[in-house]
């Protein structure tokens, strides 16, 4: 199984959580992902890394383009969507399938959920738990699905296979 890790490079005191996001899930180097995002959002050479993800089209956001031209098959599940927008962080995720990848705009920030573990330019470099997490009580604005990475990692669990049970449960974190 591939193993997903903040990329080298990354400094905690830079506004580059989308291109550290991007890195993490596609596995390419901060400033790679960094030069993709600047060329897509037609920013300067002295863009420190900030982008623009709420847009009506959720499509139109950089992280998205930039999620698409990796080759990860980015997608706008509108059942996800709908359960988690507007909850904190640390329950939007608690809804989301373990085993598949994430990237979660929450306000003006963004971060990777894979495997239950956290990514953006101020966690660890193996990733946060959602309880450790410094955002957990940020409100999701929107989850993008993406493809892992490599061919070989477990296929994230079908939408529809327990969607009645998983639902209850998220009703009872919400009612907690």
């Given at each position: 199984m591939t193993e997903y890790?903040?990329?080298e490079g990354v400094s905690s005191n830079q506004p580059n959580c989308g291109p550290t996001s991007v890195a993490v899930l596609t596995?390419?180097?901060?400033?790679?992902?960094?030069?993709?995002i600047r060329k897509i959002g037609g920013y300067s050479p002295k863009w420190k890394g900030g982008t623009?993800?709420?847009?009506?089209d959720p499509r139109d956001g950089d992280l998205f383009k930039a999620l698409d031209e990796?080759?990860?098959?980015?997608r706008i599940?509108?059942?996800?969507?709908?359960?988690?927008?507007?909850?904190?962080?640390?329950?939007?995720v608690k809804a989301l399938p373990k085993s598949g990848a994430?990237?979660?705009?929450?306000?003006?920030?963004?971060?990777?959920?894979?495997?239950?573990?956290?990514?953006d330019q101020s966690t660890k470099p193996e990733g946060d738990t959602p309880s450790e997490y410094w955002g957990r009580r940020k409100k999701v604005f929107l989850v993008v699905t993406v493809d892992r990475k490599?061919?070989?990692a477990p296929k994230p669990e079908a939408e529809t296979d327990d969607i009645v049970s998983r639902w209850k449960a998220y009703n009872q974190i919400l009612s907690s």
């Open positions: 890790r903040q990329p596995g390419m180097s901060l400033r790679r992902s960094m030069a993709m623009k993800n709420r847009r009506p990796a080759g990860l098959n980015p599940d509108a059942d996800i969507n709908e359960r988690v927008k507007r909850c904190m962080f640390k329950n939007a994430y990237l979660l705009i929450t306000g003006g920030h963004a971060q990777a959920y894979v495997d239950g573990l956290v990514f490599d061919a070989n």
